[in-house]
């Protein structure tokens, strides 16, 4: 059977043939051309932000002995997840708004397309390894280090990601194969598979329904689970007697619940703005793509420095260390 493209290059005139093989064109704030330089500072504040903050969360994980637990081990990989996807993003977007660089090759966006959309599976994954983590805390506590050693970390990690890079390959693979012979313009200045398929001259049913099966199989499912893992933690907490106990037990909860609900907002109010935002200006749509993929990396940091005293001791151990150099 042939592929697509053998099919469509005996049946379509050569001067679409041509325009097949042409980069994509990036988009920034259409309108606001001018303005580019100035909308550019606050992302690059808060790119610069994302690196930070879940670089020293990576590094303090790494170093300080006294984190290198499963719930931080989780942590990290959500740090680690959270600058994949910032750095998979960021630079194609400063690229066009400081530079007007706006050509991209055809490998370049589907690599592109394939890592975000991959790594916000991943996100997904990582998230309901964590409500596992917590779960087995506070249900089993005893059994806690023996049930998740480094080893079952490791393997939950790999295949938290295993997962969403097959889930999301057969969609990009189709995406080289299909021909190009409308507009080359993509509506951001980051390639996602939903734009590309759009320029598409070929059948592309699967590549529209194979997405929604695989969001409401993983990330919706994910949050059926986590949602019913804190009921029974919760369950589990109202029956301590002691008043403090409870309070400590649901403290260790908190930022995790904090990062799920920043999440999974934010995939919410993505989703509802372009399934029922038809009418609403397109400004609108590319400013909830940069929210959907800078506030979740950039607060995730910023909740477990404020809300969990381990991360909050290692950060004060890592700056007053120079500063006691320094008075040496």
């Not at 606050?42 to 690196?51: K, V």
């Not at 369950?235 to 400590?248: H, N």
């Amino acid at each position: 059977m042939p592929y697509p493209t053998e099919i469509f290059s005996s049946t379509m005139p050569t001067m679409w043939l041509n325009t097949s093989s042409s980069p994509f064109l990036l988009t920034g704030f259409p309108g606001l051309e001018k303005t580019h330089h100035l909308i550019s500072l606050p992302l690059l504040m808060a790119y610069i932000s994302i690196l930070l903050g879940n670089g020293t969360l990576l590094f303090l994980i790494k170093d300080d002995h006294n984190l290198h637990e499963p719930m931080y081990y989780f942590l990290g990989m959500l740090a680690a997840t959270d600058l994949g996807v910032t750095l998979t993003t960021m630079p194609t977007v400063l690229g066009v708004l400081w530079l007007n660089h706006r050509e991209i090759g055809h490998a370049a966006c589907f690599s592109q397309a394939y890592f975000i959309h991959t790594l916000s599976i991943v996100e997904s994954g990582v998230l309901l390894a964590m409500a596992y983590d917590r779960f087995i805390a506070i249900r089993n506590p005893l059994r806690y280090t023996t049930i998740l050693t480094d080893t079952r970390v490791i393997q939950i990690g790999v295949g938290v990601f295993i997962r969403a890079s097959l889930s999301i390959m057969p969609i990009i693979i189709r995406l080289h194969w299909f021909p190009y012979c409308r507009s080359h313009v993509l509506s951001h200045a980051f390639c996602l598979h939903q734009d590309v398929i759009k320029l598409a001259c070929a059948d592309i049913t699967f590549n529209r329904l194979y997405p929604v099966v695989v969001v409401f199989a993983m990330v919706l499912l994910d949050f059926l689970i986590i949602f019913f893992s804190y009921v029974l933690i919760l369950k589990t907490v109202m029956g301590i007697a002691s008043t403090d106990e409870r309070a400590k037990a649901l403290n260790t909860c908190v930022s995790h619940i904090c990062c799920i609900l920043v999440f999974y907002v934010t995939v919410v109010g993505l989703t509802f703005i372009h399934r029922f935002g038809k009418h609403v200006p397109h400004v609108v749509h590319i400013t909830m793509s940069y929210i959907y993929f800078l506030f979740p990396p950039f607060m995730n940091p910023v909740i477990y420095s404020i809300k969990t005293r381990q991360i909050q001791s290692g950060l004060l151990r890592l700056f007053s260390l120079p500063c006691s150099r320094t008075r040496l």
